[in-house]
């Protein structure tokens, strides 16, 4: 699976950023997805999960209430949209592929396929 990561940008805090993440391969629809984050001299932080059947989503505390992941398999396409954006939000963010019965899905490390970042930055 290759991925790739689009939609960042610079936006106010408060404001509002849709991530996309085009996946290619003939098994997207059988993979995890995942978005993670890096902001500048900090540890790359899982931000949004969603389940290959798109049953069930998982995010981060620092991000419930304001982000949605969601999936369209017609499109081999994730999305994260971002609501509510604040300057601590502002990180490179990747999107990125596991298989589902490989390791937790806030672990990094469970993941196989990573996209190449697209980076966010939100102004005060």
């Known amino acids: 699976v290759q991925l790739q990561a689009s939609g960042g940008g610079l936006v106010q805090a408060g404001g509002s950023l849709r991530l996309s993440c085009a996946a290619s391969?003939?098994?997207?629809?059988?993979?995890?997805m995942g978005w993670f984050r890096q902001g500048p001299g900090k540890d790359r932080e899982f931000v949004a999960a969603i389940s290959s059947s798109s049953s069930s989503t998982y995010y981060a505390d620092s991000v419930k209430g304001r982000f949605t992941i969601s999936k369209d398999s017609a499109k081999k396409t994730i999305y994260l949209q971002m609501n509510s954006l604040k300057p601590e939000d502002a990180a490179v963010y990747y999107c990125?592929?596991?298989?589902?019965?490989?390791?937790?899905?806030?672990?990094?490390?469970?993941?196989?396929?990573w996209g190449q970042g697209t980076l966010v930055t939100v102004s005060s």
């Open positions: 391969g003939r098994t997207f629809s059988w993979y995890d």
């Open positions: 990125a592929a596991k298989p589902p019965i490989s390791g937790r899905y806030y672990n990094s490390n469970s993941y196989d396929y």
